[in-house]
């Protein structure tokens, strides 16, 4: 049975388009004292919604339960820091290209870790359902401390209850440029880069509503727009970017002559 | 154990789609025994501050100085009417950053860790009840038992260790035993502070394997025999204790 | 018998002497001035309609119930002033309630057995012989290993007097002991008390048992409102009642 | 007189004065530890709570929304499945005490993961077609449940402490069971388990900040979200968990009084 | 009255019949073959030991506790069979019981009124009239918006009788009603139900007040061990009793 057009025609006919978004992840999504959520994530969502011709409707998702979401239809689009993995592939509908990358680093009181296996036997913040916290248990032999969201996790840090947070080193340089986490560090690289991808129903990968989104990312790189809004938002310049704009900018040279 | 157990619940998952990844897989494995151990500690743990707290609450109230009956009226109304939730929170980070560190060699630890801080929280709250279960069985206490023994001129210190405790021990059984198992369960909210107990243990799998209702049944289960145990340890107490005639 | 603090009693003066007593709970009176003399080895019975006050004197007796006017002497010493000791005074008046109030958790030799051990702290052995003693003469002598629920009421309120005369007092009060008692089990219970009063024990009682009362006492007191109405002795009181009040509470319970 | 019983018992005034002096202390401790941590004076703890509270407190609506909600829906299906306790048929009964056990004795958060993960968002509906159920309505289901449960066992103890002397006297009066039931042992019920009621309706209350976990945007989800939006300082968390818990106390505090007051006077008469 | 069933039974016939009752609680016989016949307009004392079976056998009666063997007819009707239509009894069946079982949360005159409005369905103003004449007769008719928890027992006990007789049944069962009352409130009960007996009521009464019994009976009944010792008219059991135990029992509680 071939459902790859449910969802873009439910969104068309209900002229709202819900995507999860995470809410308490600076600066890619969070709140702002009226309520409303704001960030890259939240102008991605925006322009996705805008391209269709409907409105955005956020909802917040944790990582916990986005996957769930997604299946049950609760949103449509999920573009909330997920990494593309494969086991995520064989669940959800991941949109090629990434919309932006990271990958797993450290915070940590400057001078505390000098290197990856200092974390040996130490009590490692976490946030609860990141794909790659099992890693810091079972190849680094770290003592992991999951919590529910971002703000405690970090705030364990800061109190002391552990030595790092364990985290995308896109989210720590974001934290650390923010000038509120004076003598905390990024003391090591991150441990591999992996893509953010946007998500949508399985079945609906390759049907239109995936291809749409696709297409969208696609021009987001080759236009330039992500670069600038890790720019707007006061980012550090990331390499994978860069690449993404050089390798996918449509070379349009041939119309200068 | 596992080694027996695994091929069993690989073929399960092979063949019914059931995934127990606890069952067969080493990692989630571990993760089920930390779950269970800290676990069943925290809930002992917890329980037994529960019970100092309230033993000591109840004779605070009965004491003379109205400061501190005062003071324990303030500690139960504090905490009988605020969300435990937010009370842990509150606890772990509010007051826990107040708390010195100690040197691991090397790096620093919180004197009191997440565990201890889940056993004070909620030992503390489940005191609250515990206070009240308490009295209530002191004054369930008939005052003309106690006419009795003052007409038999016990002193009435005596009259306390020898006719009030043993009989108010007796009358606050059954509100106890169900506080504490009500107290067991919510130790389950120690997993907003990253204690690795059960329900954090297996949510952690399901994050990993996303096999929600496996495991969900795994908590119940879990959950329910505790609940059980408890209420077995509870009632053979309250038969050793029982006297013929006296309740029901 | 308990004699180290009666300094210039002798037995031939009033055992209990009350003398203007009133009490008052609240703004209610319930004791209006009290006069009452009991001598040594007498039996006194107290009748009087419900909440006429009979309970709340004689619980004055032994320093239960505080007193708001007048002076109680038990063998001589007063007992209502500001700082009396209380513990010396209920070892020489012994107590039994309506209720029996025996200790449930404890069997029924504990029962009799702790106040001798805890409060006289008399040596285990010889308290549990006298106990023992005491059990076989209120005829529970193969109960004594039972709890007080086991038993039916009428053996509770017998064990309870076995309790009371554990401690070796000088006199007993008896407040309306068979009241909570089926009228068979009465008979059990009188009995006991019977020979406890005939064995020369000052006894004071309040009872609804006319019969009883007519029997044993030396003197019936008529109370009524907070009052003693009339006094005498049962054949008089019983016969010949001058108090109108007197005729009357009669002519219903008889 | 040295009587035991004579120890002064906290009244109820006591608690309540007790209760309003706590107020005052939190209050004072809150604003003791703003002044000094604060780093800024441009920007206090305290004044970054007042601009973030009204945003608290509106997850504090969705508290009570969802605890007066679930309230209602577990005294509905709690008295139906006490009922269904008590009845004289197994098929009846057995599931009844089934449903209420399993849900007596798990823990909260359980039954709320197991509602929130495992019940869809969607669902269809006839004549209304595809209808969405908010996280919020899906945790004030998981709420009901564990107070669903606990009511049908109120209810079904209050019926059974009722003494058989009034089923005998109904009885012999020529009641039936329906008549008995409905005229002389319920209404002697709902005296009884009022002050259970309102009992649980405060415990109710104090769980739902456990659907933050579960990102149900009320109070305490609010005030992490607010505490990461206004930097994540440590200086705002005594400060915010502290106006988190009056917020709680302010509102059930009264409940938890009023139910004493209830309790006592039921007990005395 | 109600004789919508009656169908061969005739004034003259035993209104209440009784044979070879048995009735046992798990292993234990509290009934071993009770046989009995009761009259219209008769008046019937139990007495007996405690224990002995007396409040089993009037509770058969009414069918509140059911039967091992034998037969009961209540106006020529089987009652003991499978199938019987226990409201119907208990139309013509009033019963009173020691502890009064008032509706506590239903005012005086609401628990009078309730079963004949609620059973019988008869118009409001219609027992309303019965039910305050009936308060009148059992002199409370100024208490009859009072709550029963606000009378004192014996009041509470004359709102019981009339609560029963509200019913209008053809005979009336009471169980000990005086035995939880004070000795002076026992009065007043015991004058409700002597005229109510003397108005042609049919009464199987329990109690324990020999005067009384003595008094209104006309047929008295020794229970003891499950057995119906001894009967017969109050001035040959309690002046002459035959057996043993009847002599023995009446002189303990005499
Ligand atoms: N602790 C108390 N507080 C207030 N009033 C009391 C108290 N104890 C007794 N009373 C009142 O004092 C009055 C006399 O009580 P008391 O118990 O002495 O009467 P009584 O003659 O023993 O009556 P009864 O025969 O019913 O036992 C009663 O009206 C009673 O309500
Ligand atoms: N429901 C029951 N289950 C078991 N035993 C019972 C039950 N009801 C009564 N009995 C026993 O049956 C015996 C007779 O009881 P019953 O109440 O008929 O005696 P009674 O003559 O009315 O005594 P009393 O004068 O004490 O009221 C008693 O030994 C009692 O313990
Ligand atoms: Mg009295
Ligand atoms: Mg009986």
């Known amino acids: 049975q071939d459902n790859s057009a449910e969802t873009l025609t439910s969104v068309m006919e209900r002229g709202v388009l819900r995507v999860g978004v995470l809410g308490a992840f600076k600066p890619w999504s969070f709140r702002s004292e009226d309520g409303s959520l704001q960030g890259i994530e939240v102008d991605l969502a925006k322009r996705v919604a805008e391209s269709l011709g409907v409105e955005a409707e956020l909802v917040e998702i944790t990582s916990a339960n986005r996957i769930q979401f997604l299946e049950q239809k609760r949103i449509d689009l999920i573009i909330g820091g997920m990494y593309d993995t494969a086991s995520r592939r064989e669940a959800v509908g991941i949109i090629e290209p990434g919309y932006w990358a990271s990958g797993p680093s450290l915070m940590a009181r400057d001078g505390a870790i000098a290197s990856w296996e200092d974390v040996a036997g130490k009590p490692i913040c976490a946030k609860q359902g990141v794909i790659y916290n099992q890693l810091i248990e079972t190849d680094f032999g770290a003592r992991l401390m999951a919590f529910g969201g971002n703000t405690e996790g970090k705030e364990a840090l800061r109190s002391g209850k552990c030595v790092a947070w364990f985290y995308d080193d896109s989210s720590i340089a974001a934290d650390l440029a923010t000038g509120e986490w004076e003598g905390f560090e990024m003391p090591v690289d991150a441990l591999f880069v992996n893509p953010w991808a946007a998500a949508v129903p399985l079945a609906e990968k390759d049907g239109a509503f995936g291809k749409i989104l696709s297409g969208l990312i696609y021009g987001w ?37 | 154990m596992f080694e027996f157990i695994a091929p069993l619940f690989l073929a399960l998952q092979k063949a019914t789609g059931l995934n127990f990844s606890p069952f ?15 676990s069943l500690l925290l809930i002992v743990c917890v329980l037994i501050v529960s019970l100092i707290v309230g033993l000591l609450g109840a004779a605070a109230q009965r004491s003379q100085f109205r400061v501190l009956r005062f003071l324990v009226a303030a500690y139960i109304a504090m905490f009988r009417n605020t969300p435990p939730v937010v009370q842990l929170l509150f606890f772990y980070f509010g007051l826990g950053a107040l708390t010195p560190q100690v040197d691991m060699g090397g790096w620093y630890e919180p004197m009191i860790s997440s565990f201890g801080w889940a056993v004070i929280a909620l030992g503390i709250f489940g005191g609250s009840y515990n206070v009240e279960i308490f009295r209530a069985g002191i004054e369930a206490v008939p005052e003309t038992t106690l006419e009795a023994s003052e007409a038999l001129a016990f002193s009435p210190v005596q009259t306390f260790i020898h006719v009030t405790m043993p009989l108010a021990l007796r009358f606050s059984l059954p509100a106890l035993a169900s506080n504490l198992i009500s107290l067991a369960k919510t130790t389950s909210i120690a997993y907003v502070i990253a204690v690795p107990e059960m329900t954090y243990a297996l949510s952690g799998v399901w994050n990993d394997s996303l096999n929600v209702g496996e495991m969900m049944t795994l908590l119940f289960i879990y959950y329910i025999s505790v609940v059980a145990v408890i209420g077995a340890i509870m009632g053979r107490l309250e038969k050793r204790l029982a006297v013929p005639g006296l309740g029901k | 018998m308990s004699t180290e603090y009666a300094v210039s009693w002798s037995p031939d003066q009033p055992i209990i002497d009350i003398r203007g007593l009133h009490k008052s709970f609240g703004n209610f009176e319930v004791l209006k001035g009290i006069d009452l003399s009991v001598h040594q080895g007498e039996v006194i019975c107290i009748i009087g309609p419900s909440g006429s006050g009979k309970s709340t004197l004689i619980r004055t007796i032994n320093g239960l119930t505080p007193i708001n006017k007048g002076e109680i002497f038990v063998e001589g ?30 069997t029924v030799l504990d029962n009799v057995m702790m106040a001798p051990r805890l409060v006289l702290k008399e040596p285990k052995a010889e308290v549990r012989e006298r106990a023992r003693a005491l059990l076989a003469k209120v005829r529970l002598a193969e109960k004594e290993d039972h709890f007080p629920g086991e038993l039916s009421g009428g053996q509770q309120q017998r064990v309870a007097i076995a309790r009371s005369l554990c401690m070796r007092p000088d006199m007993m009060l008896f407040d309306e002991v068979t009241a909570a008692l089926d009228p068979e089990t009465v008979k059990e219970v009188l009995n006991t008390i019977k020979e406890v009063a005939t064995e020369g024990m000052t006894c004071v009682l309040v009872t609804h048992e006319m019969g009883f009362a007519r029997e044993i006492a030396d003197r019936v007191i008529f109370t009524d409102g907070g009052r003693i109405v009339e006094m005498g002795p049962p054949a008089q009181i019983f016969s010949d009642p001058q108090d109108t009040r007197t005729k009357e509470f009669l002519s219903q319970v008889l | 007189m040295t009587k035991v019983s004579t120890v002064p018992r906290p009244n109820s005034l006591v608690s309540i004065l007790a209760g309003a002096a706590l107020l005052l202390a939190a209050l004072a401790v809150g604003v003791i ?33 969802m605890s007066v909600i679930a309230m209602i829906l577990a005294t509905i299906s709690g008295v139906v499945l006490g009922f269904m306790q008590i009845s004289h048929l197994a098929i009846v009964r057995q599931p009844a005490r089934f449903v209420t056990h399993v849900f007596r004795n798990s823990p909260w958060l359980v039954i709320l993961f197991a509602i929130m993960l495992m019940v869809p968002f969607e669902i269809t509906l006839p004549y209304f077609g595809l209808v969405m159920i908010p996280g919020w309505v899906k945790a004030t289901i998981g709420f009901t449940l564990p107070v669903m449960a606990n009511l049908a066992e109120i209810l079904r103890g209050a019926v059974a402490s009722i ?20 005229h002389v042992i319920l209404p002697q019920c709902v005296r009884r388990m009022l002050p259970s009621w309102m009992n649980w309706f405060a415990l109710l209350t104090l769980m739902t900040p456990i659907a933050a976990i579960l990102g149900v945007n009320e109070a305490l989800g609010n005030t992490q979200a607010a505490m990461e939006a206004a930097g994540s300082s440590p200086d705002l968390l005594i400060p915010f968990y502290l106006f988190l818990m009056c917020i709680f106390f302010i509102f059930i505090y009264p409940v938890s009084v009023w139910t004493k007051r209830l309790e006592r006077r039921f007990s005395t008469t």
């Open chain 2, 24 to 38: 067969y897989n080493e990692y989630d494995f571990s993760r089920l025994m930390t779950g269970v151990q800290t």
């Open chain 4, 33 to 65: 530890t703003v002044s000094q941590v604060a780093q800024g004076p441009a920007d206090s703890s305290l004044n970054v709570l007042r601009r973030w509270s009204p945003f608290i407190l509106q997850g504090f609506m969705l508290n009570i929304l």
């Open chain 4, 163 to 182: 003494p058989t002397g009034q089923w005998e006297s109904a009885e012999s009066l020529a009641f039936s069971r329906m008549q008995t039931m409905r």
């Open chain 3, 77 to 106: 010493q007063l007992i209502t002033g500001p700082k009396v000791d209380k513990l010396a005074l209920r070892r020489k008046v012994g107590m039994v309630f309506q209720q029996y109030n025996l200790f449930p958790h404890r």
């Open chain 1, 221 to 257: 790189h080759e236009d330039g727009s992500l670069i600038a809004l890790q720019k707007e938002y006061d980012l550090q310049p990331t390499a994978w970017l860069a690449d993404m704009h050089e390798s996918l900018e449509y070379d349009r040279s041939y119309l200068d002559e």
